[in-house]
């Protein structure tokens, strides 16, 4: 009895030992993957113009980067005449990590942020926007309030999606953000009955002026008819709720 245990159990350490170098192996190539997976994320985002408009003005138009973030600190660092007072912002977004980043080396160089003309400041442009201390705004600029995605950067998380066991991302919640700006916005927010925008990923768009109005207490449409309008223009995308 005892002896044929023992050999029972010596198959099995002997078969463990035979397994485990090739799952050693298919672990190293998943996780080799999908690091090369996260590194290429980023780097597929379209590039970020960082341009002088003029001797004191700095445009800055598309995705909120780190390397947009270096191109920003490379060209408030480099020496000119006449200091710069302003950045004009046209962005959909991008990196809440590097949006910090670049609110704070604009206060730190005293600049002014504005949204451009007709232009958008959408998801993680809106922290970069808030925490900005300077603004100069523009009644016609739109402000897009949504739920973003953050990517998780780490060999477990993208193992485990490579397998199908689970997501490299998770949700980024815009309420901080939007109570911040104040009570009266998430409160607009939170009523729309369709759905909640700050948990839709597509969200709403609001121009500066109705956010201001909105602020007063006076907001000049529903939290629904600004969903709809700025969700429901396409209708072979359009969300359900668009054709009820």
Known sequence: MFPEKSSKKN???????AVLPALTIICEIFLDRSTNDYIDYSSAMPPTSVAWVN?????????ITGAAYHKLDAALSTPRT???TTLVINSPGGDAEAAEKIAS?????????????????ASACVPLFLHT????????????FHQGLSFRMDP?????????????TAPVLM???VKEWGPPLFEFLSSCTDINPLRS?????????????ILKGHPQRSCDAALRAYQCTDNESAPPFCKQ
């Open 175 to 177: 309420d901080p953000w």
């Open 11 to 17: 198959k099995i350490i002997l078969c463990c030992f």
């Open 82 to 84: 006449q200091p710069a």
């Open 133 to 144: 201390t300077s603004h100069v705004n523009r009644e016609n600029a739109a402000f897009i």
């Open 55 to 63: 001797d004191s003005t700095l445009s800055f138009d598309g995705p």
């Open 105 to 121: 080396l604009l206060n730190t160089h005293n600049l002014k942020i504005e949204v451009a003309p007709n232009g958008l400041c």
């Open 201 to 213: 990923e597509i969200g709403i768009s609001l121009t500066w002026s109705e956010i201001q109005a």
């Open 156 to 168: 477990y998380h993208g193992f485990i999606k490579t397998l199908g066991l689970g997501s490299n």
